[in-house]
Each structure stands twice: as structure tokens, then as C-alpha cells.
């Protein structure tokens, strides 16, 4: 797969030769469920809304780490071992660097944060209990 800029390119985006110089570098790796790489829409970045998808969140149960655009949902779930929220094209090639470097390690973090953070047992008991109920 080859990734050229005007078949990514659509009317109100724009690719910089920086942001084809990583869809080039990681091309390969991504398809293959190595790690997610995930950029969100405009309106979840800007108001900080804390989006977070459940797509992400199954790689994360089945031990792939993520690495996904910061909407605030950092300031709710650990990153930088297994997830990481990143704001910059650079931010993202450095993750993807980290994870490279010890897969093993990013992957049992990722399962591990999934087990604490996202189990919906342990998620809706804290919810219940902030409601009184």
C-alpha cells in the first residue's frame, strides 16, 4: 500500500510532507494489529471532550497498545505504558518508537491497563455508587 497524498487529501484536509513521512514509516506495521493509531475528529480534540473509543479499548483488552489523538481522556486513564496520547505528528512517531522498543512490556501494560481501568464491572459499581444508588 502506498500512500500518496492526493488520494488521502480531501476537500478541508491538508497533509504535510511530515504527516505522509509517518504514514509511510509505519504502513506496515499497522495493518498487521501491531498497535492503533487513532486520529479523532476535530470536535473531541477541541473541546477536550475525553472521547475514547471501544475500539481502542478492545486493543487495549487484547494487549495492543494504543496509541490514540488526546481528547482529555488522559486526565481519566494512565498513559505513556500501553496507551498513549499524543497532540503532534511527532508525539506519534515517538510512541510508536516506544512501543517498538519493547513490545512485550507496552502489550502487558496495555492488557493491564484494560483489566483495571476498563472492566465495565468495576466502571458501572463506581458509577452507581456516585449516583446514591
Known sequence: MRVEAPRVARPGFALTDR???LLRRIRFRLPRGVQRLRVCKNVFVATNSGFFSERSAVYLVSGRPVVLQE??????LPTGR???AVRTVDE???AIDEID????????WAREL?????????ILAQFLDGLGI
Open 19 to 21: 504527516v505522509v513521512r
Open 71 to 76: 481528547t482529555g481522556f488522559s486526565d481519566h
Open 82 to 84: 500501553g496507551l498513549f
Open 92 to 94: 506519534a512517531a515517538a
Open 101 to 108: 522498543r519493547d513490545y512485550e512490556r507496552q502489550s502487558m
Open 114 to 122: 484494560a483489566v483495571e481501568y476498563l472492566d465495565a464491572r468495576k
